[in-house]
């Protein structure tokens, strides 16, 4: 890039949106891929490349995605916990690629839980 | 662009660069590597993150977890555990000197809590050296806003609202000072940039230029418009290379952006910056001395009244923090800011914690914070929850405030009335293992060498109350030597020529004040309450509390200790040469300093 003018800045901050809003946490919904071994064993790596690919040829800028310890139901993995502002979060179980790219663009985009994939809604109570 | 699931933000500063943090970065990338998580994670180095004492750190975005103390080793189990499978590392967090279990959010931690960011607000969320980042932060917004939509009286109306006062120490109303040079009718005119800090113990400036070079280059860039001013110097000292490297390289992104150099913005006005190497003088530090260096003459302080020029030609010089605050007045205007701190001192500013404290580092406080706030809350208190004794504020010629003033909001006004100063920022936090007489002697004995000597009440005079605060170290005060410095401190302070000659005597003068009880001791007692003045102390061992582990002993340089295993211990006082290692290695208190 040659010299800017005012309006281009515009299009800079456009353009690094989603870095600096991944930084700052402040998004809209987050994803989190349970990456336990048990997860990892039955192919959660494969969940998050599918999610990372998505948003990044979507250009989504305010979803967080994310990654934690096994969910502690082994027998289903992999997992997936859906999370939007303000919302229950949601685990989704026995993922594979076509199920990731229909609740990304159902649920995390459009805002509509995809039952059919859903174990359910809220997680358990800590402490 | 490729963006990251998480971001490693790596301190980069220069207390963490030098306990290894870019091979830390390296074992990091290795090891993301290795998981096949290099595109998925990364790294990214900023700028100081201000918790120094824990350095090196990272902070993980967006879980904002908090790394401390890293070493190179850990950074495979930090890849393994938490950027794979998303479990923090629990022995690399933080955990409060008073409590218990970690605490991984930075969010949660009181030091970080506590503070507020704006000449800091990029401070380890961006990547210092790459312009797109400061730009995806709302930076050179403020530039853009200035050209393209207010005229320089406008701009000048908004600094002078907010209330932004010069952040080097002397507290000038910026937007006067500002507005005095624009009326200026002799050209071309200049902007400088004081990055010369060199008061021992502070970092504030340096900091900010390693964390966001770019908010400096902007404010510099908005006062130049504002000015009529052509050309910029940032001078900074060349002890700073990670400073001088980051200024560089954010000064060539910028003018790649056209925003320095002809036509910025395609506005028609021009402007460019250089940056000016110092030799590393305190007096460089003083304005009229500053200007000195940069026309390549012999750095000494001149005459003021007339204002300051280079070269003959208008000058605004104000202070790396000064710089810094200018965009973010424009962006968030006058009323914000000036929402901010007390009566007469507006937003916030910039501490640097040093000494006797946990959480030495970086800090950034609204005006008006009380020094109670700023040592406990923020910094952590005393190590061993030993007694706070005294703060120094304002630098080597600022002045001892003591724990009875605690409470003191600090601001500009406050602590002048305290007998000390704002000053740049630094902040020497001191416990009873300080002496008060022997902390005076060693700033005086800075500043006697930092005097340039142009000067006769300077020059001779902090030679003088040196003499005399040596001669009380070693045992040897006479009685009337207390009034002799109170006189000559108030004819240094009155007679000098420049700010540091007339700021000079503030360490002796305050302590006098606050500690005379200890300057006595040493006088008329021959003893030093603080077991700091070596001519004045003697290391015993108590027989009852030894338990003769010989853990003294071993440690001795002098081989002074002798006594059977399980047996007291004694000390042989003409092998002794009081370096207290012992005192440190007890674990029984048995070591005792009289």
Request: aromatic share 6%.
């Amino acid at each position: 890039m040659g010299k800017i003018r005012p309006e281009d800045l515009e299009k800079i901050r456009e353009r690094m949106a989603r870095t600096i809003n991944m930084r700052e946490g402040d998004a809209r919904a987050r994803v989190t891929v349970h990456m336990g071994t048990c997860g990892i064993a039955a192919g959660a790596r494969k969940i998050m490349s599918t999610l990372m690919d998505l948003v990044e040829e979507r250009g989504i800028d305010d979803v967080v995605v994310t990654t934690s310890g096994c969910a502690g139901l082994c027998s289903r993995e992999p997992m997936l916990t859906v999370e939007l502002k303000g919302e229950a979060p949601v685990k989704y179980v026995d993922m594979d690629e076509d199920k990731t790219k229909s609740i990304f663009s159902e649920h995390i985009i459009s805002g509509k839980v995809v039952k059919e994939y859903a174990l359910a809604i809220g997680s358990e109570r800590v402490g | 662009m490729k963006s990251y699931r998480t971001n490693v933000m790596l301190c980069g500063g220069t207390g963490c660069v030098s306990n290894g943090a870019f091979k830390i970065k390296d074992a990091l990338e290795r090891e993301l590597k290795k998981h096949n998580l290099e595109n998925e994670v990364g790294v990214i180095m900023t700028g100081c993150n201000g918790f120094c004492a824990q350095g090196p750190v990272a902070v993980v975005k967006p879980d904002e977890i908090f790394y401390q103390l890293l070493k190179e080793e850990d950074a495979a189990h930090i890849v393994e555990e938490h950027f794979l499978k998303g479990r923090p590392v629990k022995e690399l967090l933080y955990t409060p000197p008073a409590e218990k279990s970690p605490v991984p959010k930075m969010s949660d931690i009181g030091f970080f809590s506590k503070q507020r960011l704006i000449a800091l607000r990029n401070r380890g969320m961006i990547d210092p050296e790459q312009i797109d980042e400061y730009i995806g932060r709302d930076g050179y917004k403020a530039l853009a806003k200035v050209l393209t939509s207010m005229k320089s009286e406008e701009v000048i109306q908004e600094v002078s609202d907010s209330g932004l006062r010069g952040r080097g120490g002397a507290g000038f109303p910026t937007g006067r000072k500002w507005e005095s040079r624009r009326k200026d009718p002799r050209t071309p005119k200049y902007i400088v940039c004081n990055a010369d800090e060199g008061d021992p113990g502070a970092f504030m400036d340096r900091s900010i230029v390693e964390a966001d070079p770019h908010s400096v280059i902007e404010g510099m860039i908005i006062g130049a418009y504002v000015v009529g001013a052509s050309k910029g110097y940032v001078y900074i000292r060349m002890e700073y290379p990670l400073a001088v490297k980051r200024m560089r390289l954010a000064i060539e992104q910028a003018r790649e952006y056209g925003l320095l150099g002809e036509d910025i913005f395609g506005t028609g006005f021009d402007f460019d910056i250089d940056i000016f190497q110092g030799a590393g003088a305190f007096v460089c530090g003083e304005t009229t001395a500053l200007v000195s260096s940069i026309e390549g003459r012999i750095p000494e302080p001149r005459q003021r009244p007339p204002r300051t020029t280079l070269w003959g030609k208008p000058v605004v010089i104000n202070n790396v923090e000064t710089w810094a605050n200018v965009p973010a007045i424009i962006n968030r205007g006058a009323k914000w800011f000036s929402s901010i701190g007390t009566e007469t001192s507006k937003g916030t500013k910039v501490f640097s914690l040093a000494g006797d404290i946990n959480n030495a580092g970086l800090v950034e406080v609204p005006m008006g914070i009380t020094l109670r706030e700023i040592v406990f809350d923020i910094g952590g208190g005393i190590p061993k929850g030993m007694e706070f004794k005294a703060v120094q504020t304002g630098g080597p010629s600022g002045g001892v405030i003591p724990a009875s003033q605690l409470d003191l909001p600090v601001d500009y006004e406050q602590l002048n009335a305290a007998g000390s100063m704002m000053g740049s920022g630094g902040m020497i936090i001191m416990s009873r293992k300080s002496c008060m007489v022997d902390v005076a002697r060693y700033f005086l004995e800075f500043l006697n060498d930092e005097s340039c000597g142009k000067c006769t009440p300077c020059r001779e005079g902090s030679g003088e109350m040196l003499r005399i605060l040596e001669r009380i170290c070693q045992g040897e005060g006479r009685p009337e030597d207390l009034d002799t410095l109170e006189e000559l401190g108030e004819a240094i302070r009155e007679a000098s020529l420049c700010g540091l000659g007339q700021s000079l005597p503030n360490p002796v003068l305050s302590s006098l004040e606050h500690f005379r009880d200890e300057y006595e001791a040493h006088i008329n007692d021959k003893k030093c309450p603080a077991g700091v003045c070596k001519a004045l102390i003697t290391f015993t061992i108590d027989k009852e509390k030894c338990k003769g582990c010989r853990l003294c002993a071993k440690n001795c340089p002098q081989e002074a200790i002798s006594g059977e295993a399980k047996e007291p211990h004694t000390i042989d006082q003409d092998k002794c040469i009081k370096c207290g290692v012992c005192l440190d290695a007890c674990k029984f208190d048995a070591v005792l300093v009289a």
